[in-house]
């Protein structure tokens, strides 16, 4: 009986080898997709999610081999930040990105206005994210997130994601049929992931649903109330690209912080914040040579690409645009967005 329970034990994680990738499931599934599946419904239904939405959603489901190789292949982490840079940061969505700011002047100052984001950084963030709305996805979400939370590798954050876009549609803000997004789930005009869009989307228009597909009122005010949410303030900025000393490698150490858990996990590679007054003692010069700014900004150098590469100071924005996206070629992107609209 052994025998025969480890065979099909190899047929099953073979069979499974052959839908996603040997790599992606090198790790033994605790439980085989049917039962895994019927486990999910029950505790849906114990959510309240009604049964028309679980058979619309669930019924016949079924896991998206690419989606895993997507998770383990994501840009952010595997380009340089030059690379990065220059497929997002393009003239095109500069020039696209200022005609947008100028074409909704009157919504975007209204938005900005009540939840005090400037419009530049609103923009910037629907530009990197869908091309200003022209490119949301055209994923099945529940399916993505089917997969994801099948998958072992971050099987609790998808199975929150996937009981998150569930509820979405229990609430009717959108049909199975049009919750359509990227690979990993985020959704919408803004990419929101589900947990997200419960917490921060907006009914800006007013109209009873938080469309985030196709309201740019909505959109805009989702942006804008997620960064008020991680404690934006807009009498700054995000960073500036400065210059180091020539023996800031042999002192870093001493610039290190101290080993912590946090919630995103690229604040590990940050200095530890100091003051703008310490950092010019430190001898830290803006891009040009001049001198940081004269205020009690407090800030970390970010090295993108390692000591070979381009240094940066940046302020408590940054951390905001990393609560959106945990991935500092992410949030350097944004920034650089941004101020490529200043004066539009």
């Not at 100052?109 to 055209?138: H, K, M």
């Not at 049009?178 to 009914?203: C, E």
Request: aromatic letters at 12%; charged letters at 25%; glycine letters at 6%.
């Amino acid at each position: 009986m052994h025998t025969v329970r480890h065979a099909a034990r190899s047929i099953l994680l073979a069979l499974l080898a052959l839908t996603f990738g040997a790599k992606a499931f090198a790790q033994e599934p605790q439980i085989d997709f049917q039962e895994w599946l019927t486990a999910l419904i029950v505790e849906a239904r114990e959510q309240g999610v009604r049964e028309d939405i679980i058979q619309q959603a669930l019924s016949s489901v079924t896991p998206i081999p690419q989606v895993i190789d997507n998770d383990r292949n994501q840009a952010e982490f595997k380009e340089t930040f030059e690379e990065y840079l220059v497929k997002r940061v393009t003239n095109w969505r500069i020039d696209t990105g200022r005609a947008r700011l100028r074409e909704n002047r009157e919504l975007l100052a209204r938005v900005g206005e009540q939840y005090g984001v400037d419009p530049r950084f609103i923009v910037a963030f629907w530009g990197v994210e869908t091309n200003y709305g022209s490119f949301t996805g055209g994923t099945d979400v529940i399916r993505a997130l089917v997969t994801l939370a099948y998958d072992p590798r971050r099987a609790a954050y998808f199975r929150r994601e996937l009981l998150s876009a569930l509820q979405i549609l229990n609430e009717g803000h959108i049909s199975h049929t049009d919750m359509k997004g990227s690979w990993a789930g985020a959704m919408g005009q803004s990419q929101f992931m589900p947990s997200s869009f419960l917490q921060y989307a907006q009914d800006f228009d007013g109209d009873g649903k938080r469309d985030i597909w196709n309201s740019k009122a909505d959109v805009f005010a989702s942006i804008a109330q997620y960064l008020k949410a991680a404690e934006w303030d807009d009498a700054q900025t995000w960073g500036r690209e400065v210059t180091l000393p020539a023996d800031y490698q042999a002192r870093a150490e001493q610039w290190r912080q101290p080993p912590q858990e946090y919630s995103c996990s690229v604040l590990r590679n940050h200095t530890m914040q100091l003051p703008l007054q310490q950092w010019q003692e430190i001898g830290v010069r803006r891009a040009d040579g001049s001198d940081l700014p004269t205020n009690d900004l407090v800030a970390s150098i970010v090295l993108p690409d390692g000591e070979e590469g381009r240094a940066f100071l940046t302020y408590g924005n940054f951390r905001a645009i990393l609560r959106y996206n945990c991935a500092n070629n992410y949030a350097l992107s944004i920034g650089h967005l941004a101020d490529s609209f200043s004066g539009y």
